[in-house]
């Protein structure tokens, strides 16, 4: 009796399990070149891709192989660099990267928008609410001002001087002359590539 009741309930638990599993798979991160395949066509998803290819954010790990690089590392007190969770903490996507193939991209996409396995689908892509049900960061807000602030927020968790313990070579950060040179709408990357916007 006991038995089939043990049984029973963990038939139950693996159900359980099996439907929660097969529910929410957890989304993960697929590095830049995924979101190229269409964040680099005006026609598809828009040239983001080459706009932040311009960016210091894309050469964020290849700063840490520099000499500056050297010197900030002496000042935190970080001897091997490029391992040092500390300093990959700001400079690559994830610390899920762990391949140097993986973390080259620097900052990429998935930093900002959030790990894109499930949502980069054009499907899913042009379907707001069902993008961020499955890992897409919810940065948009219901006006301008509400996504500058999202927006905002994340920059500061790598800028600003309120990072000097773990960042000894930190600056203030200044949100307003900073996000012109970092905003990807669509009329920024028309007045950027207008050929290809033609
Ligand atoms: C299969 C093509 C495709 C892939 C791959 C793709 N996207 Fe998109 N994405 C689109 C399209 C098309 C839109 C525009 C949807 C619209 O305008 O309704 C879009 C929209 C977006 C938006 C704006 C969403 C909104 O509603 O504000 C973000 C942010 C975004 N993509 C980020 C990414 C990131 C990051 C990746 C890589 C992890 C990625 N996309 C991969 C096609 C794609
Ligand atoms: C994951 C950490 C991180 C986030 C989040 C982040 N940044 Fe950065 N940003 C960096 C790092 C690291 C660099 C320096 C990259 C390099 O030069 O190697 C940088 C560089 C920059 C630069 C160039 C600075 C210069 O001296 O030329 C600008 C502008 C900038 N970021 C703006 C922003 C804005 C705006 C946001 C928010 C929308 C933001 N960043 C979010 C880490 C971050
Ligand atoms: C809290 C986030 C943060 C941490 C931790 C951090 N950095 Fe940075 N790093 C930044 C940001 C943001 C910038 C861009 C400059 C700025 O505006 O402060 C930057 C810039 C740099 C640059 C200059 C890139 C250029 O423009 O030439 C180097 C080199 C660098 N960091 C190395 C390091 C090293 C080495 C460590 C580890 C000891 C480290 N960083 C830890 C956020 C961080
Ligand atoms: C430093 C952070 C950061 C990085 C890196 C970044 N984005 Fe964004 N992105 C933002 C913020 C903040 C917004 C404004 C909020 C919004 O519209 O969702 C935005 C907006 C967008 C939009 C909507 C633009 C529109 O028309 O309103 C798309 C699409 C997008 N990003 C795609 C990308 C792609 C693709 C990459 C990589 C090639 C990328 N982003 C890299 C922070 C970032």
Redesign the pocket.
Known sequence: MYLRFAATVSLFCLAIVFVVGADSPSPEYTGVKKCKTCHSYAKVGGMHYQHWEQQ?HS??YR??Y?E??????A??N?QD?TQ?A??????VTTPSFTTEKQRAEGIGCERCHGPGSLYSDSKTMKNRQEAVKKGLLPLKGQTEAETLANAEKQCR????LE?KD??????E?DFET?WPRVKHDRETLKENFPDKYK
């Not at 500390?86 to 400079?91: D, S």
């Not at 968790?157 to 600003?160: A, K, L, S, T």
């Not at 773990?166 to 600056?171: C, I, Q, R």
């Open positions: 210091k050469s964020a700063s840490l520099t500056e690089a050297r010197e900030i590392a000042m935190a970080v660099i040092s500390q300093c990959l903490k700001c400079h968790e790598c800028h600003g990072h773990e960042n000894p070579a930190a600056k950060f900073a």
